[in-house]
């Protein structure tokens, strides 16, 4: 019974620690002057040329229904991954990809603005 509260307890934190991570990473490049993916995206669509607004209104993928074709076609995402992804489904959360060990941190910092994970 401790075991089982431990576990549930370590898992919301790695969940609470990747989160965190990849929100300090964002804020960081933000601050440097270099906005994130997601401030690119909506300025694009705000104002610019066409190609640069239909570059950034890619749609997110959906890591819990996405078909092994759309989930390749994220930077980092092999077949591979892909299998390993659609196998551990449903996620509760887009981090459950890294504290599950689904994908390295590396892949997912590289997709994590590209990514969702919808509830039914």
């Known amino acids: 019974m401790k075991h089982s509260i431990g576990k549930k ?7 609470i620690f990747a989160t965190g991570a990849a929100n300090a990473d964002a804020q960081k490049s933000e601050a440097a002057g270099k ?16 190609s640069k607004a239909k570059a950034a209104a890619v749609k997110a993928v959906d890591i819990n229904s996405a078909s092994k074709a759309e989930l ?6 092999d077949d591979a ?3 390993k992804i659609i196998a ?6 887009k981090a459950f990809l890294v504290t599950r060990n689904i994908i390295p ?3 997912y910092e590289k997709i994590r603005v590209q990514i969702i994970a919808k509830q039914k």
Request: hydrophobic share 45%; aromatic share 2%; charged share 10%.
């Open 9 to 15: 307890g370590l898992i919301a934190l790695a969940i």
């Open 35 to 50: 906005p994130a993916a997601s401030s690119q995206a909506a300025g694009a669509a705000k104002g610019g040329n066409d």
């Open 72 to 77: 390749k076609a994220l930077p980092g995402i």
């Open 81 to 83: 991954l892909a299998n």
């Open 88 to 93: 551990g489904r449903p996620y509760l959360s």
């Open 105 to 107: 941190m590396q892949t």
